[in-house]
Nanobody, 123 residues
Framework: QVQMVESGGGLVQVGTSLRLSCVASGRIDNGFGLGWFRRPPGKEREFVAAISWNSGGTYYDDSIKDRFTISVDNAKKSVYLQMNNLKPEDTAVYYC????????????????WGQGTQVTVSS
């Protein structure tokens, strides 16, 4: 069993940056993938980015890949999402998740989820 706890959300202005953090407790194996998803108001949850626990290989949704960066700190069992040049459409609840099947961009591939952290981008 893996538990995830996100932090770092908040209310920010358009064009600013924010860094989300997610700490995992429990066993993370080398083949696992860690991902970030988000749920905008009134919409379905969508994929944002993912990273391999051991190789650091990354995978991004095209809509954010020029502005967001995912990274992992194995020693701290943490995954981060650096978000730059934030836009109102980035407003959402952001979730981190763990996939036992490696890096994936599909929600159903993820086994463990955090509770989410709210990001609101104000214009």
């Amino acid at each position: 069993q893996v538990q995830m706890v996100e932090s770092g959300g908040g209310l920010v202005q358009v064009g600013t940056s924010l860094r989300l953090s997610c700490v995992a407790s429990g066993r993370i194996d080398n083949g696992f993938g860690l991902g970030w998803f988000r749920r905008p108001p009134g919409k379905e949850r969508e994929f944002v980015a993912a990273i391999s626990w051991n190789s650091g290989g990354t995978y991004y949704d095209d809509s954010i890949k020029d502005r967001f960066t995912i990274s992992v700190d194995n020693a701290k069992k943490s995954v981060y999402l650096q978000m730059n040049n934030l836009k109102p459409e980035d407003t959402a609840v952001y979730y981190c998740a763990v996939s036992r099947r490696g890096v994936a961009g599909i929600e159903s591939m993820y086994d463990y989820w955090g509770q989410g952290t709210q990001v609101t981008v104000s214009s």
